[in-house]
């Protein structure tokens, strides 16, 4: 099994910034994916950002192109979100997800308000 566990989110003004980090622990992988996707309240779960195991290739929705910025640690297991600019539509829970091959796997999430 695959554990993730979020870390970093809060309440900020908006205009603040946030970072969250995802640590993955349990069996592990020769490569994978990793990604953060949020769900605010009343709507469905979106995409926000993820990264491939080199780091070579990132993608990042539209909504947050230009404020956040994914990376990722190997050597720790771990993916990053640096969240900057952050608006009150940004006002979510945060969730860390780890893909490899057809699986994914899921964080409990992390919640971040941002207010106006």
């Known amino acids: 099994q695959v554990q993730l566990v979020e870390s970093g989110g809060g309440l900020v003004q908006a205009g603040g910034s946030l970072r969250l980090s995802c640590a993955a622990s349990?069996?592990?992988?020769?490569?994978?994916?990793m990604g953060w996707f949020r769900q605010a309240p009343g709507k469905e779960r979106e995409f926000v950002s993820a990264i491939s195991w080199s780091g070579g290739n990132i993608y990042y929705a539209d909504s947050v192109k230009g404020r956040f910025t994914i990376s990722r640690d190997n050597a720790k297991n771990t993916v990053y979100l640096q969240m900057n600019s952050l608006k009150p539509e940004d006002t979510a829970v945060y969730y860390c997800?780890?893909?490899?091959?057809?699986?994914?796997?899921w964080g409990q999430g992390t919640q971040v308000t941002v207010s106006s």
């Open positions: 997800s780890l893909t490899v091959v057809v699986r994914t796997y």
């Open positions: 349990g069996r592990t992988f020769s490569s994978y994916s």
